[in-house]
């Protein structure tokens, strides 16, 4: 039999994921109704307790790690015609956020070795305009977070990370999220760290921070039902994420130590081939939400996704377009400096199949696949 072609390998794994964690959620969902708390109790306290603990911080949970953005921008004043610096490799979310600010998204480029915002290009896009900057921790590496701190104190510039690919990343042995004002989580499903479909987090430096956070993320209110001191979002999180996701924080080191050996495994076997892996960056440990290939040209690229598609295995490309070319992009006031490394990147990026519950077995397939489309071509 021809192993290859052995069943299919998808390109996530949270199906897998919740399947395998079944008893435990049902468990929990059932302890909340039994509870009949639905909305800020003491599952979502508990979870921005432990989290703001593990990652040096003050927690305050979200709806989404888009609304977690757009809350920061907002506590932060970030506000009309203010420019804040992002690179051109990100989700749309980061630009959106700051664009529902009113504020101008201005797009730099990246380190090609990490994909994460270059530090010297955030340098030469400032104006006198510059407010912010929003690294973006990409793929599970965190950005140079001490020569972005050390732009940022030179420049009085406000520092959001964008730490939706991230959860538990370090730099320095700083948690990702507690080195900028502010760190924005994603809690969606297929994250490293996620719950049952959307949710995110906040993470303040400051906790002088939160009342107003908390107050962005419920409309306004502050404990207190029927007064809305400001205009805020309906953008709180559930008593049934919050516990599950609490649930899933105790296993993400595990996780992340097994998204590590399998990174192992696919960059020992593929290190041969001339196709670039992912991997650490001096002070800052990868914890792989993704494995990046970067193919010699995006013929190549096309070509290897299009071999393993036709083997079961489904790949991706994160992103296959740069922010500022989406189209929705037409009707936001933004402004791109030189992207040459992320335009000529995206296009050769490759990302295998990789989640804790991908399996020794299937990761070889993924590799004997990778071997074979590269002995056809040389
Ligand atoms: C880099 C980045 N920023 C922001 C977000 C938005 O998070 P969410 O999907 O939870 O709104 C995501 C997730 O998709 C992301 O990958």
């Keep these: ?69 757009e809350c920061a921008v907002r506590a932060l004043g970030i506000g009309a015609g203010d420019e804040v610096i992002m690179p051109a490799l990100t989700f749309v979310s980061t630009a959106f956020a700051v664009a ?60 959001i990370e964008d730490c939706a690919q991230a959860a538990g990343a370090t730099d320095t042995g700083r948690p990702a999220g507690s080195v900028g004002d502010i760190g924005c989580f994603s809690m969606w499903v297929g994250k490293n760290l996620g719950g049952l479909a959307d949710g995110g987090l906040l ?12 107050k962005l993320t419920d409309l306004g209110r502050d404990g207190e039902r029927n007064t809305h001191h400001l205009r805020g979002s309906r953008g709180r999180m559930g008593e049934i994420d919050a516990a599950v996701i609490r649930h899933q924080l105790d296993l993400l080191p595990a ?15 593929l290190s041969t081939l001339a196709f670039g892996t992912p991997g650490d960056a001096e002070t800052r440990p990868h914890t792989y939400y993704k494995y990046p290939l970067t193919m010699p040209d995006p013929a190549s690229a096309a070509a290897l996704m299009t071999h393993l598609g036709r083997t079961g295995i489904t790949t991706e490309q994160v992103y296959p377009h740069a922010v500022p070319h989406q189209p929705a992009l037409r009707e936001i006031t ?15 990026t490759v990302c295998l199949p990789l989640a804790p519950e991908l399996t020794d077995e299937e990761a070889d397939r993924v590799i004997q696949a990778v071997h074979d489309f590269h002995a056809a071509r040389v």
Excluded: Q
């Excluded at 510059?130 to 599970?140: D, Q, R």
């Excluded at 996780?255 to 076997?269: E, G, I, P, S």
């Design 255 to 269: 996780w992340t130590d097994r998204r590590r050996n399998l990174a192992a495994r696919y960059t020992d076997a």
């Design 203 to 214: 993470l303040a430096r400051d906790p002088a921070l939160l009342p107003l956070l908390r």
């Design 334 to 348: 933004h402004r791109t400096t030189d992207i040459t490394v992320t335009l000529d990147l995206l296009p050769r």
């Design 1 to 69: 039999m021809n192993t290859l072609t052995a069943g299919t390998i998808a390109g996530e794994f949270h199906a897998r994921r919740v399947r395998g964690l079944k008893a435990d959620v049902l468990r929990l969902v059932e302890k909340v109704i039994d509870d009949g708390v639905f909305h800020g109790g003491r599952r979502v306290r508990e979870l921005e307790a432990v989290a703001g603990e593990r990652w040096s911080g003050h927690a305050a949970a979200t709806s989404s790690g888009t609304m977690a953005l």
């Design 100 to 159: 529902a600010a009113g504020a101008v998204p201005v797009f730099i480029d990246i380190d090609p070795r990490t994909r994460t915002l270059d530090p010297a290009a955030a340098a030469a896009a400032m104006t006198p305009r510059t407010c912010a900057v929003i690294p973006v921790h990409m793929h599970g590496l965190m950005a140079d977070m001490t020569a972005i701190a050390a732009l940022a104190g030179r420049h009085g510039l406000a520092v």
